[in-house]
């Protein structure tokens, strides 16, 4: 019995690594940031005037995807000492030593590359473009600059998780109007007060590894401020496609209502119970809540706009 049994444990263990190995190349592209970079990539597709074969539709998504993924294993790769001081971050497969710092790089640039060559070859060399150009955005003006040197790092930054409706857009009609740009308004307002919310209770994270994130540098009661404002401006920049005629009055509708959702838990954020510094007296509750609903308002807003687009249109 111990003859056969054995190397057959011995090809589960194999299997069971190898599968274990698999799962750390993924983990290096940041799957869950991925959900809404491409979600929001294909509705900017969906929603632009014109015509794409659906196979290169497809493929213009997929490499959004593999793009983003690739920007993610090149972040990564450079942050990887940060990483390995935060607590959130310091599993991931490089500061965890399942993956070799080089073998990372290697990876992200091979995909960044290839992505942008078929999406230019699939679709058209405008749209390649704008992804080459959001992928370095990402890694160089944000992760290399920005990240490490400024409280407005998120600000700026998150211009490169914005790009992705002006690329779908630009996939299917080789050009970049005003609706592309307020697409892209719109995520570049939300990521503000989305990472920001997640920093309230993440600051002793950032402050270990040296990361000058608005609540480590200007303080809890200035980011729950900030976070307020943002949010404002967000809740306008919702109802855009509606007010240049893009969208109807159901999307209008949804984009109110949202906006006011996100507006209410970003006052209960700031009129969370403090102590005199802005820090939370009940493990920043209110926050946590704005972040989960921040997941869900891009969705939400963007799900709506195609539906309009697509079926009320």
């Given at each position: 019995m111990s003859s056969t049994t054995l190397p057959v444990a011995g090809q589960a263990s194999a299997a069971?690594?190898?599968?274990?190995?698999?799962?750390?190349?993924?983990?290096?592209?940041?799957?869950?940031?991925?959900?809404?970079?491409?979600f929001t990539g294909l509705i900017g597709l969906l929603v632009a005037p014109g015509h794409i074969h659906p196979v290169l539709g497809l493929t213009a998504v997929l490499c959004i995807t593999v793009g983003a993924g690739a920007a993610g294993a090149l972040n990564m790769w450079y942050d990887r000492d940060i990483d390995a001081v935060m607590r959130?971050?310091?599993?991931?497969?490089?500061?965890?030593g399942r993956i070799a710092p080089n073998a990372a790089l290697g990876f992200g640039m091979v995909l960044a590359v290839a992505s942008v060559a078929i999406m230019g070859l699939a679709t058209n060399w405008v749209a390649a473009g704008w992804l080459a150009f959001s992928i370095l955005f990402y890694v160089v003006?944000?992760?290399?600059?920005?990240?490490?040197?400024?409280?407005?790092?998120?600000?700026?930054?998150?211009?490169?998780?914005?790009?992705?409706?002006?690329?779908?857009?630009?996939?299917?009609?080789?050009?970049?109007?005003?609706?592309?740009?307020?697409?892209?308004?719109?995520?570049?307002?939300?990521?503000?007060?989305?990472?920001?919310?997640?920093?309230?209770?993440?600051?002793?994270?950032?402050?270990?590894?040296?990361?000058?994130?608005?609540p480590v540098v200007e303080g809890a009661r200035e980011t729950r401020k900030q976070i307020v404002i943002y949010t404002v401006v967000l809740a306008l920049a919702g109802l855009a496609p509606w007010l240049v005629g893009f969208a109807g009055p159901a999307y209008a509708a949804v984009a109110a209502a949202l906006g006011g959702g996100f507006l209410y838990h970003a006052i209960r954020t700031w009129r969370e119970k403090q102590d005199e510094t802005g820090r939370s007296l009940v493990n920043d509750a209110a926050a946590r809540r704005t972040f989960a609903f921040s997941l869900t308002y891009l969705f939400i807003l963007f799900g709506a706009l195609a539906i309009d687009r697509l079926v009320l249109g």
């Open positions: 069971g690594s190898d599968l274990s190995e698999v799962r750390d190349w993924i983990a290096l592209l940041k799957p869950r940031v991925l959900t809404l970079v491409v959130r971050t310091q599993r991931r497969p490089i500061p965890a003006v944000y992760t290399a600059w920005l990240k490490r040197r400024t409280s407005q790092n998120i600000v700026i930054g998150g211009a490169a998780g914005a790009f992705p409706p002006i690329i779908g857009w630009a996939a299917v009609t080789g050009d970049v109007t005003l609706v592309p740009w307020l697409l892209f308004t719109i995520v570049f307002a939300w990521t503000p007060p989305h990472f920001w919310a997640l920093s309230l209770w993440a600051h002793g994270d950032y402050a270990r590894a040296g990361v000058p994130m608005l």
